[in-house]
């Protein structure tokens, strides 16, 4: 029998309830199809650091690095700074080991809709690719005479040739894979006159090396206009780390709730575990009450069962949670339904048990 080492690290907020439902979710999936799961529970986050002053401890990446994946809640407290939380652990991970691919795929799933009037599931299917090693995010730059009026930050984007060609490189893989074969590349060299030109010219270069995949490139402050009046004319996009960071949520909206997002924090070249986690953050203001939309988790495991080589019980949550969504019974606040956490999770678990799903 296979067996997967995930390593659990529901961090703070609402990630502390809807990792254990996708838990609880991988767990009947093994029963069902035949494989093992050794999962090891993480407890770091906020609290941890309450007490100890560390997001995870000194040794955490090592801790990690046997693993086949990490499976990730949220991180962020409404009293520690978010860039204490984020550096701490989510980009404390990412970075080390080198999850330079970001994937985040958006669909209408059955049952939902978008806010956009006259967009059906056809007309939106997107995955957006997010540079997740360097950019906006690269964590260059400093503060200087801090507290007198001369006082000085800088906010350096770092773009590097391996960085951007080996971003562009899996994009165009991606949207090669997909029936569309289509590639939009979001950029702003008309304003960013250096590391975007870069961008520019690594993806053209790129774009060489697969003619069977037709591409366009997008400014990114036209690509929001388009995803809102187009977007059936987008397949795959590829953009830097803040570009689709910000790209993301609106994708995630206009497909009807950030609740449903799943992302892939990929290593490509496996050397690190990748990561699996839902979008939608610590969302404190729901949190310990069980009403989370447990969806976005659920759909980030069948993304990480799919890096696992688990293609079948990927397909089958997919068709789980799908038949969940169709069913008004099932939704949560954010979907305009009063359905809890377990409750979406129990109707999930039912569905990867029945017989002919
Ligand atoms: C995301 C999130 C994070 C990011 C936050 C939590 C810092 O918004 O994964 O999109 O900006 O990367
Ligand atoms: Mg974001």
Known sequence: MKRHRIAAIPGDGIGKEVVPAGLRVLEALAAREGFALEVGHFDWGSDYYKRTGRMMPEDGLAQLKPYDAIYFGAVGMPDVPDHVTLWGLRLAICQPFDQYAN????????????????????????????????????????????????????????????????????????????????????????????????????????AREFPDVSWDKELVDA????????????????????HADILSDLAAALAGSIGIAPTANLNPERRFPSMFEPIHGSAFDIMGKGIANPVGTFWSAVMMLDHLGEHAAARRLMGAVERVTADARYRTADLGGSADTKTVTDAVVAAIREANA
Do not use: C
Request: a positive charge; aromatic letters at 6%; zero cysteines.
């Open 223 to 242: 690509m929001t206009v388009r995803m809102v009046r187009r977007p059936q004319s987008i397949d795959t996009v590829v953009a830097t780390n803040l």
């Open 103 to 206: 994937v985040r795929p958006t669909r209408i799933l059955p049952g939902l809709a978008s806010p956009l009037a006259g967009v059906s599931p056809a007309d939106l299917d997107w995955v957006i690719v997010r540079e997740n090693s360097e950019g906006e995010y690269a964590g260059q730059g400093g503060r200087s005479h801090r507290g007198l009026p001369e006082e000085v930050a800088t906010e350096t984007s770092i773009f590097t040739r391996t960085g951007v060609a080996r971003i562009m490189y899996f994009a165009f893989a991606l949207a090669r894979s997909r029936p569309r074969k289509k590639l939009t590349v979001v950029t702003k060299s008309n304003a960013q006159r250096h590391g975007m030109v870069l961008w520019d010219e690594i993806a053209a270069e790129t």
